[in-house]
């Protein structure tokens, strides 16, 4: 079965970094888009960043231009969440997801925490 395992989620100062962490299983990883979203709190879910399955393509939320870079190792069947000059509007669950099959698949979301 598709699994979608975050990690790397925590407490960061503002201004600073953190990399989030995909690991995907279940599905040929190597042909599928992967995304991220997040929800902040008492916020709607929203699209983060996007990346095709050969990783050539990415395309980002404006508010997060600039300062997050989604990657992917496709060897691994891991995609990334680079966020960089994080502000505490960041503050979130952040979610991978897939779209398999016509169904989508969300993991169990990892917190990040932009906190002086």
């Known amino acids: 079965q598709v699994q979608l395992v975050e990690s790397g989620g925590g407490l960061v100062q503002p201004g600073g970094s953190l990399r989030v962490s995909c690991a995907a299983s279940?599905?040929?990883?190597?042909?599928?888009?992967m995304s991220w979203y997040r929800q902040g709190p008492g916020k709607e879910r929203e699209l983060v960043a996007i990346?095709?399955?050969?990783?050539?393509?990415?395309n980002y939320a404006d508010s997060v231009k600039g300062r997050f870079t989604i990657s992917r190792d496709n060897a691994k069947n891991t995609v990334y969440l680079q966020m960089n000059s994080l502000k505490p509007e960041d503050t979130a669950v952040y979610y991978c997801?897939?779209?398999?099959?016509?169904?989508?698949?969300w993991g169990q979301g990892t917190q990040v925490t932009v906190s002086s």
């Open positions: 279940g599905f040929t990883f190597r042909i599928y888009a």
């Open positions: 990346i095709s399955s050969s990783g050539g393509v990415t």
């Open positions: 997801s897939a779209e398999v099959r016509s169904y989508r698949y």
